[in-house]
């Protein structure tokens, strides 16, 4: 080849292609895309809490996105029903994930609704998951002498709280359980996505 | 119409225009084999004359008469064009010292968090006090140093070092591409504090806000642009198959970036599927071909001898540039996508056999008999192992694509394993090979301690294997758990525990020897070592010789 001007146009062409399939068509496929009706769009705590999610990469390790029920026993581990698009339309970055070297979340919500269980396990997930590898994320959390006015006290299982101390949860904390907690999507699906 | 009927009306078209394709390629001659395209890397008479800067004089006239026993002597290369070659390489040493410096930097930040991080998976416990010393903050540290620091740098001072070389010219605008290499940094740099910070776009490999992405493109854009100049400016009629690579990763990054990190474009689902061919395509369109590129250089330069089939390593390169850009939605196998995205990216990731394939005959080919200068040679060990772990990551990947195997393996630290196969065994060593080569000529001055290459080298393929194959096993019983609806979740993750302590381990070793690489470095820079030939100054390589031809 003598000719840089096709090598950078066949180069361009061919990637031209590539967007065109994996970038441009659905987007156009899902531009018009309706919430799904059982769908509520999140609160500003729970988008808060969403930006802690997203700052501390729990992505990395939880999918939010349950497979259908003939690739995987995503529904008899309780995780959900197959998502569809219109399940993520108030999702921006998307939280799709790719590991589930912890369970998928996108029903966390429904399947554990209790506050105290989240802001502890938080804390400590060894002591409500044996054998659990997610980091204990401390540093959500402050030790007290004792609680003041309007502090959320964490209830911890006996022996794994600062002897003498109260665990108090940050507004970081209490807002990322919020979220966890908005993450139901129990409602039925649209059979499939509407389109004219 | 029915899908069924759709699929054979497309395979009936396709199979008639890759006839057509054929009857044109038969017309334009492109099936008679090119030897001379092929030696454009030599200057005449070079032939048959062995090159490894990474090795002392003894050592390199033992490998070159390993191979003048069997090819026999080279005629003597002409001095013109080797004085051509020295004019080159002095145009560009001082921007890809700074590109190699500012790799070597990255890839030990790289390291120190990819390190801890595994640690935590298996001690969560561990460093719990802090919020930038998370698992999830330290692993997107990890990769984002890796890809956009070390990676990205490394794979810049490859082509800013071979583009001049290759076009038999100057490199043009360097102190262009050391404004770009600063802002790049600067901007990897500010990304990476962001990222420990909390602060990110949340995406995959997309995690450095917007804000800060501005910065990069414009590092990119500064150095793209003086390579590009240097191609308009070249001296050779024939553009050597490495420049192709080079070229069009260029353009192929610089639209990938600037398409993945468009604020406020893309939305739910349709995020996702953008965010996954952004994420494969810097490994399939920046990394890979940077890498296969640099192997197209230095191995058929180490042996003096031209690469056998000049045509498969162009059908490498346009089978490679039609394929690999749609394969990203292989990521998304059984997640709420388009069935046709999916289906389509899982096509053309098994069709990526062919350009992989057309590589390693011709590399297999290059070296048949050849095999022994590898124990003399440094540069060429680190070459052939990268070359032989892309056949090997893309034929995995192949298979990893289909939906069979892909049920299993999706989700599961298989597919890091996988990763770490391509971006560690394949590309990482292939930079690694290729620093070896470029630094005495940029610096005019050997390596000080060859010992610490081989030590190295160990440290980085075995502990490469070690890493990759016992996570794939134990990625793949995570992925069997996972999918046995009778056994609770936790077995998953128990199962992995033992695949991921022997991954620290692992980590450990390629840290070390990491560290080994970046003190070698140093010791050069800074002029540690024996005396040997060169000068004190890198812009003005020693007349003495002509270093550049021996």
Known sequence: MENELKLGAGAVASLGIATAALVVLPYLQVRD??????????????????????????????????????????????????????????????????????????????????????????????????????PAYRFLF????SAEDGDRVVNLPAGYGVPGKVTVATREAIDLVRYLQSLDRSYPALPAQARP | MDSAILSLLGAFLLSILGLFAFIWSLRKGLLVENPRGAGVIFARGEIGQVDDPALADPALRQLQDVSTAREGAPAGADAGELRDRIDADRSSAFPVFMFIAFACLWLLVGSAAGLTASIKLHAPDWLTGEGWLGFG??????????????????????????????????????????????????????????IASGWSDGMEFLEIP???????????????????????DRKVEHLYVSVWYFVASLLWIAVLFLVGNLPGVHVGVQQATTNWWFGHNVLGLWFTPVSVG???????????????????????????????????????????????????????????????????????????????????????RFMMFGGLMYFASSVEGS????????????????????????????VTMVMFGAIYFMLPRVLAWEWPYPRLITLHFWLAAVGGLLYVIPLSIGGWLQGLAMLDASRPFIDSVTVTMPYLEWRSIAGAMLTLGHLVFVGHFFAMALRFGPHRAGAALFWSAPETGIAHGK
């Open chain 2, 210 to 232: 917007w804000q800060i992405d501005v910065f990069i493109f414009g590092g990119i854009a500064l150095v793209i642009l003086p390579a590009l100049y240097t191609l308009a």
């Open chain 2, 399 to 426: 298979i990893e694509a289909l939906r069979s195997v892909n049920r299993v393996a999706h989700f599961t630290h298989f597919t890091v394993a996988h990763a770490h196969l391509g971006a560690y065994s394949f």
């Open chain 1, 33 to 134: 895309l309706h919430p799904a009706p059982g769908l509520k769009p999140y609160t500003e705590q729970q988008l808060r809490g969403r930006q802690v999610y997203i700052a501390n990469g729990c992505v990395y390790c939880h999918s939010q996105q349950p497979r259908d029920r003939n690739f995987g026993p995503d529904f008899e581990r309780g995780w959900g029903r197959a998502s569809v698009p219109a399940d993520y339309y108030y999702d921006s970055p998307h939280l799709l994930g790719t590991m589930r070297t912890g369970p998928d979340l996108l029903n966390i919500g429904a399947r554990q609704p209790s506050e105290d269980w989240h802001l502890g396990h938080l804390y400590q997930p060894r002591a409500y998951v044996q054998g659990s590898n997610m």
């Open chain 2, 294 to 380: 640099a192997i197209y250089y230095f191995l058929p330069k180490v042996l003096g001898r031209p690469v056998v089939s000049y045509n498969l390593s162009l059908l490498g390169f346009w089978t490679l540039a039609f394929f690999y850009p749609q394969v990203g939605g292989h990521h998304l196998i059984g997640g709420p996508v388009p069935g046709w995205l999916t289906t389509l990216s899982i096509v053309q990731s098994v069709m990526m056999v062919i350009p992989v394939v057309a590589f390693s005959i011709n590399q297999g080919g290059t070296l048949w008999g050849r095999m022994r200068v590898a124990i003399y040679s440094p540069t060429l």
């Open chain 2, 137 to 194: 903050r330290l692993r997107a540290v990890h990769t984002n140093a890796v890809f956009y620091g070390w990676v990205s740098n490394a794979c810049i001072a490859v082509i800013l070092w071979l583009l001049p070389r290759l076009l038999r010219t100057r490199l043009a605008g360097a102190g262009w591409a050391m404004l770009g290499g600063s802002l790049l940094n600067a901007g990897v740099a500010a990304g990476i504090g962001a």
């Open chain 1, 142 to 145: 402050v030790q007290k002498d």
